[in-house]
T-cell receptor, first 118, second 112 residues
Framework: DADVTQTPRNRITKTGKRIMLECSQT?????MYWYRQDPGLGLQLIYY???????NKGEISDGYSVSRQAQAKFSLSLESAIPNQTALYFC?????????????????FGDGTRLSIL | TQLLEQSPQFLSIQEGENLTVYCNSS?????LQWYRQEPGEGPVLLVT?????EVKKLKRLTFQFGDARKDSSLHITAAQPGDTGLYLC????????????FGSGTRLQVQP
């Protein structure tokens, strides 16, 4: 079984619909992330969470919200989807590391959710 | 805002050729990571470099961190079709974000 599981893998929906993407992990990591990937733009950070009570906005949080239901679960919501949110979405996890080294820890990614908004 | 620029954007080569891809910034990074992403999958970490001038080797892949810690390169010797993928570099965001910023990637195609 995958360490980082994203559901659904593919979703097609209409403008204005509310959508939730889910991520669960079995790695025991405290840190979880949501990214968006568009062709030619690499990965852009949407939100990240260092524990259940620590949620932070990333580079492109407008139009998105998140919920950290438990250490192992981190969901991303699009309250009212719009076509320019069509993209590939990735969840990732990482360990915290010793003080000051958190960003040196490897990030472990799920296989992504391909979201199309018509 | 710290930006990572990767070049080239696309590279198509024949099996057995050597290649180098670059990751550059005007900012100093405390560390840089390289990931490879294959179609239909998430990125997978290849290496982390943390010391200016550091060189790390992973089989036919050689990673170098610039002396000033503003740039990094990935050299592949005798490329194979299995090296095909999107290569991404990433480094810590500005102080306070405690997260990574990613470059836009180099898409490598190795033809048999």
């Amino acid at each position: 079984d995958a360490d980082v599981t994203q559901t659904p893998r593919n979703r097609i929906t209409k403008t204005g619909k509310r959508i939730m993407l889910e991520c669960s992990q079995t790695k025991g990591h405290d840190r979880m992330y949501w990214y968006r990937q568009d062709p030619g733009l690499g990965l852009q950070l949407i939100y990240y969470s260092f524990d259940v009570k620590d949620i932070n906005k990333g580079e492109i949080s407008d139009g998105y919200s998140v919920s950290r239901q438990a250490q192992a679960k981190f969901s991303l919501s699009l309250e009212s989807a719009i076509p320019n949110q069509t993209a590939l979405y990735f969840c990732a996890t990482s360990a915290g590391g010793v003080a000051g080294t958190g960003t040196n820890q490897p990030q472990h990614f799920g296989d992504g959710t391909r979201l199309s908004i018509l | 805002t710290q930006l990572l620029e990767q070049s080239p954007q696309f590279l198509s080569i024949q099996e057995g050729e050597n290649l180098t891809v670059y990751c550059n910034s005007s900012s100093v990074f405390s560390s840089l990571q390289w990931y490879r992403q294959e179609p239909g999958e998430g990125p997978v970490l290849l290496v982390t470099v943390v010391t200016g001038g550091e060189v790390k080797k992973l089989k036919r892949l050689t990673f170098q961190f610039g002396d000033a810690r503003k740039d990094s390169s990935l050299h592949i010797t005798a490329a194979q079709p299995g090296d095909t993928g999107l290569y991404l570099c990433a480094g810590p965001m500005d102080t306070g974000r405690r997260a990574l910023t990613f470059g836009s990637g180099t898409r490598l195609q190795v033809q048999p």
